[in-house]
């Protein structure tokens, strides 16, 4: 039997949007740490960690839809009888804080709690990755981090590659957790 994961990253998630728009957001900010810069996580510095957090993990799959960067908990409206959980800093300040250790691996192991067939969506922050803020971040092709001088930009693409870290270890242990082809 082959077994589905979907890892969808969407950078416009509408039904974040609209969501969005419907509540009222106690922190307007979707660029946000708990700490300063100098107390910044980088997942890939301890890749080892993370995939021995994976290895070690003894929590069951309950998870069916992990709903990555969802302040406005989109998903969990559309979801009907489906277990969905949003993991957004401005839902838990601490513990869904992508640039920490512990938002790292709270996001892991949700992760590593997806039931087979999940759906992970992840919206990352979109404020400095869109066109319309790009006398801001100076994103282009050539220059995908954009303008690093600038702490928020900083922040953001730290943010960005601790996700992508979470989904390369979620990727790459995926057969051996999951029963997962991908």
Known sequence: MVHLF???LLMGNLLHCEAMKNRAAKLKDDVLSSGGESTWWDAFA??????QYCQNFQGSQWLDVLD??????GMEGVVGSRTCTSFDIRLERVRHDLTTRRGT???????????HGALVTAAPPCS???FISSSV????????????SNWKVRLSNRIVLNLVGFGA?????GSKWNGLDL
Do not use: W
């Not at 301890?46 to 995939?51: A, P, R, S, V």
């Not at 691996?105 to 039931?115: A, D, H, K, Q």
């Not at 270890?169 to 242990?173: A, D, E, T, W």
């Open 6 to 8: 979907y890892f969808v």
């Open 169 to 173: 270890n979620m990727v790459r242990l």
């Open 68 to 73: 990555i960067f969802a302040h406005g908990r």
């Open 46 to 51: 301890h890749m080892n960690e993370l995939e």
């Open 128 to 130: 400095l990755s869109i």
């Open 137 to 148: 971040h100076k994103r282009h092709l050539f220059g995908p981090l954009g303008d690093e």
């Open 105 to 115: 691996l709270m996001l892991l192991g949700l992760g590593m709690s997806l039931t």
